[in-house]
Antibody, heavy 122, light 106 residues
Framework: QVQLVESGGGVVQPGRSLRLSCSAS????????MHWVRQAPGKGLEWVAI????????NYLDSVKGRFTISRDNSKNILFLQMNSLTAEDTALYYC???????????????WGRGTLVTVSS | DIQMTQSPSTLSASVGDRVTISCRAS??????LAWYQQKPGKAPTLLIY???TLQSGVPSRFSGSGSGTEFTLTISRLQPDDFATYYC????????FGQGTKLEIK
């Protein structure tokens, strides 16, 4: 069925790195822009990053720019988020999210995974 | 950055009520606004995009309106399944969400 399944979350010390993965199935992954959206415990939603369908264009939330890198492997239907220099403010549930529109992303989100929890703590 | 402000933060209502949630943008976002519903422990789901277009499969009791900086989400007759938290989101410049409105059973 159409779904997104995240993995790779866990507990990590401040300053360390973590790589999240998102496996997509049930749709033509390579035709959609993909995003990461996070939600700190008990808080609201915060968009983190986008990668366009062909992987040629990326954009980031200012507070993660230079620390996070979004990438994708369209041959394996996988989305990644490499997170470096993590801080406590990065603690959140990270959702892998599909853009609603094929090819040219509209920046609204019609398919969400269940999320993977990242906890940054010493 | 465009800031999104929702009101109220919490809303108490009964099954069958008509409720309205407001969302204000710090600058014009034309009609580049979406609404999401999130239930506890679940991922959000898209209800409305382009301010007033209902996402496929969403019940018609949900409706959206507005343009520029002022928007509303209306649920015409609350059902038990509608008690959740609702978020607005602008997408004219990147994406930013409102802080959420928790809809509670009165």
């Amino acid at each position: 069925q159409v779904q997104l399944v995240e993995s790779g979350g866990g507990v990590v010390q401040p300053g360390r790195s973590l790589r999240l993965s998102c496996s997509a199935s049930g749709f033509t992954f390579g035709t959609y822009g993909m995003h990461w959206v996070r939600q700190a415990p008990g808080k609201g939603l915060e968009w983190v990053a986008i990668i366009y369908s062909d992987g040629t264009n990326e954009n980031y939330l200012d507070s993660v720019k230079g620390r996070f890198t979004i990438s994708r492997d369209n041959s394996k239907n996988i989305l990644f988020l490499q997170m470096n220099s993590l801080t406590a403010e990065d603690t959140a549930l990270y959702y892998c999210v599909r853009d609603r529109v094929v090819v040219n992303p509209q920046w609204n989100f019609d398919l969400w995974g269940r999320g993977t929890l990242v906890t940054v703590s010493s | 950055d465009i800031q999104m402000t929702q009101s109220p933060s919490t809303l108490s209502a009964s099954v069958g009520d008509r409720v309205t949630i407001s969302c204000r943008a710090s600058q014009t976002i034309y009609t580049y606004l979406a609404w999401y519903q999130q239930k506890p422990g679940k991922a959000p789901t898209l209800l409305i995009y382009k301010a007033s277009t209902l996402q496929s499969g969403v019940p018609s009791r949900f409706s959206g309106s507005g343009s520029g900086t002022e928007f509303t989400l209306t649920i015409s007759r609350l059902q038990p399944d509608d008690f959740a938290t609702y978020y607005c989101q602008q997408y004219t410049s990147h994406a930013t969400f409102g802080q959420g409105t928790k809809l509670e059973i009165k």
